[in-house]
């Protein structure tokens, strides 16, 4: 079947720290892997995407590789802000079909 | 661009009774999506339509909620009876179709406790 696995949470880091959030998954095809990230009281949003394998997808600082070998799309950020405290969704999605999504990571960033 | 709207916000009622959700996509998405999202968890698919058809709805309690799309635009959700378990924010989704590499827009979701 088809399923996404994130670390669990809480994570917990410091301002300027290096954020890695783990997700791995397992598909019947081939998947296009995203992250969301949903902010307090409000809804999800897409951070990024990559659509194939070895794609990178980027924004606002934070970025993720499609690893077809590893079944994996591990979000990265080389200095977080206190404003990236959220809870972020790795999902997965094939064509026709609905998104899976990973049980969610909550980050929390103190100054 | 108008993102995907949802009424209301908050719904508080009493077990057994009904409550309706409503979802208007983004204009031209073909394809619709009612999640529900339990405290702690990711969003489960609850129905999928593209434009007025049901495409997914495997994971939609049959006996107790139903979604209708009439005219391929707006679409409600509907639960009659409300069981306590049913308290989870609701969330509707939208996107251009239903490709592997389209992007899924959500709405701010509407928050529902069953006391």
């Known amino acids: 079947g088809n399923s996404v696995t994130q670390m669990e949470g809480p994570v917990t880091l410091s301002e300027e720290a290096f954020l890695t959030i783990n997700c791995t998954y397992t598909a019947t095809g081939y998947p296009s892997l995203f992250w969301y990230v949903q902010y307090p009281g409000e809804g999800l949003q897409l951070l990024l995407k990559?659509?194939?394998?070895?794609d990178k997808g980027s924004n606002k600082g934070f970025e993720a590789t499609y690893r077809k070998e590893t079944t994996s799309f591990h979000l990265e950020k080389g200095s977080v802000q206190v404003s990236d405290s959220a809870v972020y969704f790795c999902?997965?999605?094939?064509?026709?079909?609905?998104?899976?999504f990973g049980t969610g990571t909550s980050l929390t960033v103190i100054p | 661009e108008a993102g995907v709207a949802q009424s209301p916000r908050y719904k508080i009622i009493e077990k057994r009774q009904s409550v309706a959700f409503w979802c208007n996509p983004i204009s031209g998405h073909a394809t619709l999506y009612w999640y529900q999202q339990i405290l702690g968890q990711g969003p489960k698919l609850l129905i999928q339509?593209?434009?007025?058809?049901?495409?997914?709805d495997s994971q939609l309690p049959k006996d107790r909620f139903s979604a209708e799309r009439l005219k391929g635009v707006d679409s409600t959700l509907k639960i009659q009876p409300a069981k306590l378990e049913d308290s989870a924010v609701y969330l509707c989704?939208?996107?251009?179709?239903?490709?592997?590499?389209?992007?899924?827009?959500f709405g701010p979701g509407t928050r529902l406790l069953v006391l």
């Open positions: 990559a659509t194939k394998a070895d």
């Open positions: 999902a997965l999605r094939l064509t026709g079909n609905q998104f899976y």
């Open positions: 339509f593209q434009n007025n058809g049901v495409v997914d």
């Open positions: 989704a939208s996107s251009l179709s239903s490709g592997a590499q389209e992007t899924q827009y």
